[in-house]
């Protein structure tokens, strides 16, 4: 069998879209190569983007599109990015997880502003974070426990996290997040952790 190669340079770790589209299209997408979304489960919010509230035992297509590149679920929502770099957001939008700018709930995906730029997405209980290419960092929804990076105050569509543009991964954690950056550290704030944290950088 042939070996997989992966002809297309990162910049700073981080894949640009045109890059995405480029090894996805030649089968070389380090993921994998891109596939259509199918969720199955509970539903009482809609998070399974099936446009209903029914529970399914077995995996239900979700639309008909292969262009979903990136999936994220919290507690009863669900996010996605698509090959185009664009964000899909469906299900419980409490305190506005959804960062639709509004509190509506969704059995569907629904577009999140119009940028093609996303680059990963992470959910938590009721908040969501992004990064972009350009290497910002991106929250929305409950920040109680100050998970979203950005004091206090809940946010119904994605709000910039300071200025930097050195973030690369994010991952939220019930009422907390925890990111890296291009140089490699790891960074945590919000609350409910194990451990008692309050934005302070591991190394």
Same mark, same amino acid.
């Given at each position: 069998?042939?070996?997989?190669?992966?002809?297309?340079?990162?910049?700073?770790?981080?894949?640009?879209?045109?890059?995405?589209?480029?090894?996805?299209?030649?089968?070389?997408?380090?993921?994998?190569?891109?596939?259509?979304?199918?969720?199955?489960?509970?539903?009482?919010?809609?998070?399974?983007?099936?446009?209903? =509230?029914?529970?399914? #035992?077995? @995996? /239900? *297509?979700? &639309?008909? !599109?292969? %262009?979903?590149?990136?999936?994220? $679920?919290? +507690?009863?929502?669900?996010?996605?990015?698509?090959?185009?770099?664009?964000?899909?957001?469906?299900?419980?939008?409490?305190?506005?997880?959804?960062?639709?700018?509004?509190?509506?709930?969704?059995?569907?995906?629904?577009?999140?502003?119009?940028?093609?730029?996303?680059?990963?997405?992470?959910?938590?209980?009721?908040?969501?974070?992004?990064?972009?290419?350009?290497?910002?960092?991106?929250?929305?929804?409950?920040?109680?426990?100050?998970?979203?990076?950005?004091? =206090?105050?809940?946010? #119904?569509? @994605? /709000? *910039?996290? &300071?200025? !930097?543009? %050195?973030?690369?991964?994010?991952? $939220?954690? +019930?009422?907390?997040?925890?990111?890296?950056?291009?140089?490699?550290?790891?960074?945590?704030?919000?609350?409910?952790?194990?451990?008692?944290?309050?934005?302070?950088?591991?190394?």
């Amino acid at each position: 069998m042939a070996t997989t190669v992966y002809p297309y340079v990162q910049y700073s770790g981080m894949w640009t879209t045109q890059q995405q589209l480029q090894a996805a299209s030649a089968g070389t997408w380090p993921d994998g190569f891109v596939r259509g979304l199918y969720s199955w489960g509970a539903n009482p919010s809609g998070q399974l983007g099936l446009g209903n =509230t029914v529970y399914y #035992s077995s @995996p /239900k *297509q979700v &639309g008909g !599109l292969t %262009t979903w590149l990136k999936i994220a $679920a919290g +507690y009863h929502s669900c996010a996605a990015i698509k090959l185009d770099g664009t964000l899909w957001t469906w299900g419980s939008n409490n305190n506005g997880a959804l960062g639709l700018g509004n509190t509506t709930n969704y059995s569907s995906p629904k577009q999140v502003g119009s940028l093609t730029t996303w680059l990963n997405i992470t959910a938590g209980q009721y908040h969501m974070l992004a990064t972009k290419t350009d290497g910002t960092l991106w929250s929305w929804g409950y920040n109680a426990s100050g998970q979203l990076g950005q004091g =206090t105050g809940y946010f #119904s569509s @994605p /709000k *910039q996290v &300071g200025s !930097l543009t %050195t973030w690369l991964n994010v991952s $939220a954690v +019930y009422r907390s997040t925890l990111a890296t950056k291009t140089d490699g550290t790891l960074w945590a704030w919000g609350g409910e952790f194990l451990w008692s944290i309050r934005s302070r950088q591991y190394n």
